[in-house]
């Protein structure tokens, strides 16, 4: 069974242009979560999707972030315009009913 | 708020060596604990994991142990291999798997 899996694993962007970073989560996992960790600090939560609509979007930073999942099935995280306290590593996880979930590898995205 | 802290790394041990990663957290109520890693070049993998008070998580010769009374989830080896050098993350949540909180992580290097 393939993992999550996200796209690129390395992003390098001018400030002020646009990124979209991909999310194909398990097949079968209803929840599906955004993650970003900033320079080396902890690891924080962005969003929860369960299927394709929003649970808790609590810890989008700002505007400048939109997530979608379209028909409950991959999810797309788009920054726009980009900053430079953008840069990090953004971590996708699904999982499940109430278990554990599941990270893929990460995408690291630099703005320069 | 709920929070998570892990000492600060990063941590550099001999093969052999016994492992202590310490992590305290504050939240209401019961939450689950975990600890998470990453190899180089890979996602967050789940290590182990305690849900109640007094729980026990093991998995690959680590341990940790749910201890409400201090509010702590230190994480142990009694013996390290190269194998394990990695980042330990620290994390919490309420209701399973959903919007887990985590520590700053810890990044630990074992000399052969």
């Known amino acids: 069974e393939a993992g999550v899996t996200q796209f690129p694993s390395h992003s390098v962007i001018e400030k002020g242009q646009t990124v979209t970073l991909r999310c194909d989560p398990i097949?079968?996992?209803?929840?599906l979560y955004w993650y970003r960790r900033v320079m080396g600090k902890e690891i924080k939560f962005l969003l929860h999707?369960?299927?394709?609509?929003?649970?808790?979007e609590s810890g989008m930073p700002n505007n400048r972030f939109l997530a979608e999942r379209t028909g409950g099935t991959y999810s797309t995280l788009k920054v726009q315009p980009a900053e430079l306290e953008d840069s990090g590593v953004y971590f996708c996880?699904?999982?499940?009913?109430?278990?554990?979930?599941?990270f893929g590898q990460g995408t690291r995205l630099t703005v320069v | 708020g709920n929070s998570v802290t892990q000492m600060e790394g990063p941590v550099t041990l001999s093969e052999e060596a016994f492992l202590t990663i310490n992590c305290t957290y504050t939240?209401?109520?019961?939450?689950?604990l975990f600890w998470y890693v990453q190899y180089p070049g890979e996602g967050l993998q789940l290590l182990l994991k305690a849900t109640k008070a007094d729980d026990k998580g093991s998995n690959k010769g680590f341990e940790a142990t749910y201890r409400k009374e201090t509010t702590s989830f230190h994480l142990e080896k009694g013996s390290v291999q190269v194998s394990d050098s990695a980042v330990y993350f620290c994390?919490?949540?309420?209701?399973?798997?959903?919007?887990?909180?985590f520590g700053q992580g810890t990044r630990l290097t074992i000399n052969p």
């Open positions: 999707f369960v299927k394709e609509s929003k649970q808790d």
């Open positions: 996880a699904s999982s499940p009913q109430n278990t554990e979930a599941f």
């Open positions: 939240a209401t109520g019961y939450p689950s």
């Open positions: 097949s079968g996992h209803d929840n």
């Open positions: 994390a919490l949540s309420h209701q399973g798997a959903q919007k887990l909180v």
